[in-house]
């Protein structure tokens, strides 16, 4: 399982943001139960943006709890040694694109939102997010975690996406290409 000294390592490589200080403070108050779903109502997740540069689309899941699209993520498991293991996890095992080759080494985005009561003890989750590359000509499979799985063109986004993600999506976007440039 991934430590709390790997994690803090992990955000402070992402970008600094309106949310990063959150992060730090969470750590402070809940040190390594921030890494469990059960160490309270808020913890650490890790999630993916599946990203296909050259036709400018993203792949997404219609998530079953919330009901809405959005990118693959979830909680910190046992396996995981780090935030990039977790994110690529859990891409791979909500898509079905087995092995994501390209995964950026260090998060594209760091983010704290608050979760409906379909969500259960789970309120708020801090959320580091990767990016990685695909293309459209691969197909996905649909999860148990989710209603369905597909890729959009960013001008055609669906119009029930995650309620931050309309205003984020296209700046999330850029910054996964740019990463991935950069380790390309």
């Known amino acids: 399982m991934i430590d709390l000294d790997t994690a803090r390592q992990e955000v402070e490589r992402g970008p600094r943001n309106s949310f990063s200080a959150s992060f730090a403070a ?79 080494a260090d998060p594209i985005d760091v983010h704290v939102h608050d979760l409906s009561a379909a969500f259960g003890t789970c309120t708020r989750h801090f959320d580091v997010v990767f990016a990685a590359q695909a293309s459209t000509d691969d197909s996905p499979n649909v999860s148990e975690e989710s209603f369905d799985v597909a890729w959009f063109a960013l001008d055609r986004l669906p119009a029930d996406l995650m309620p931050d993600l309309p205003d984020r999506l296209p700046g999330l976007f850029r910054s996964a290409v740019s990463a991935l440039n950069s380790h390309a």
Not at 40 to 45: C, I, K, P, V
Not at 67 to 77: A, I
Not at 78 to 96: C, P
Request: glycine letters at 10%; charged letters at 25%; proline letters at 3%.
């Open 26 to 104: 969470l750590f402070d108050r809940q040190g390594a139960d921030a890494l469990h779903r059960s160490g309270g109502e808020h913890h650490l997740t890790a999630s993916c943006l599946v990203i296909d540069p050259v036709t400018e689309a993203v792949l997404l899941n219609h998530h079953r709890k919330a009901g809405l699209w959005g990118q693959f993520g979830g909680h910190l498991e046992s396996v995981d040694t780090s935030l990039h293991d977790a994110a690529r996890r859990e891409a791979e095992e909500e898509s079905g694109l087995r092995p994501l080759a390209r995964v950026t």
